[in-house]
């Protein structure tokens, strides 16, 4: 019987600074792994189960860093691809006692967002249960678009349990829109959605619209 998870994703370098202030005031980094679709991969991976991770990086040092955090957690990283020229992305964290953290993105071009069906056409889908998207991947770019409905297509012709994570990012987009149309598009062909509670609204506010489609949506309350 198939069983174990693949996910697809842009895991990114963060670096988090060792007190408190502004990003350009502190005067150190630690250095660690962040990622959506990475986060549930190592979430899953240590509770014992088969994990397969997807994405494309930079051959600097946050790629070779986020290989290492996937080896550590026994994540299968064969369809993992290098690029000698896109840089893997990164982003700089606040530290704050209270409220909310400054984030600076540097995610732009990155090898993530050159990720393409030719890539998704290695996957052999038919040796997993289970694939868990996210709203991030498709948003980087219109190949990345591509080769994430692909992984829909194809999960679902496997016969694959697909969960979806709208995890609306508008900045990414080229316009709300657009971002609505693809994220309900992409949503209409998985078993489960994930969206958080304001996210559900943007998006079924759109759905009431047109006509209905039947999948299973569950509302995360987010604080």
């Not at 946050?62 to 996937?70: D, E, M, P, S």
């Amino acid at each position: 019987m198939k069983s174990g998870l693949i996910l697809a994703g842009e895991p990114m370098g963060l670096l988090i600074a060792q007190s408190e202030g502004t990003l350009d005031s502190v005067t150190g980094y630690d250095l660690a792994v962040a990622g959506a679709e990475f986060n549930v991969a190592v979430g899953v991976a240590r509770l014992g189960h088969r994990v397969t991770y997807m994405t494309k990086l930079g051959n600097d040092p946050f790629g070779k860093r986020i290989i290492r955090v996937l080896n550590e957690n026994q994540i299968g990283n064969e369809f993992v691809a290098w690029s000698d020229t896109k840089k893997t992305g990164f982003m700089l964290k606040g530290r704050v006692s209270e409220g909310d953290p400054d984030i600076f993105y540097f995610r732009a071009g990155s090898a993530a967002s050159t990720l393409s069906v030719e890539d998704v056409g290695k996957i052999r889908f038919d040796e997993y249960s289970h694939i868990h998207l996210t709203g991030i991947l498709p948003a980087l770019s219109k190949s990345t678009l591509d080769a994430v409905n692909l992984m829909f297509d194809r999960a679902r012709q496997a016969g694959l349990l697909i969960t979806f994570d709208p995890n609306l990012r508008p900045q990414l987009w080229p316009s709300q829109d657009e971002m609505i149309k693809s994220i309900n598009a992409m949503a209409a062909k998985a078993d489960i959605v994930l969206p958080g509670t304001a996210e559900g609204k943007i998006l079924m506010a759109a759905m009431i619209r047109r006509k209905s489609t039947t999948f299973t949506v569950i509302l995360e309350l987010k604080s």
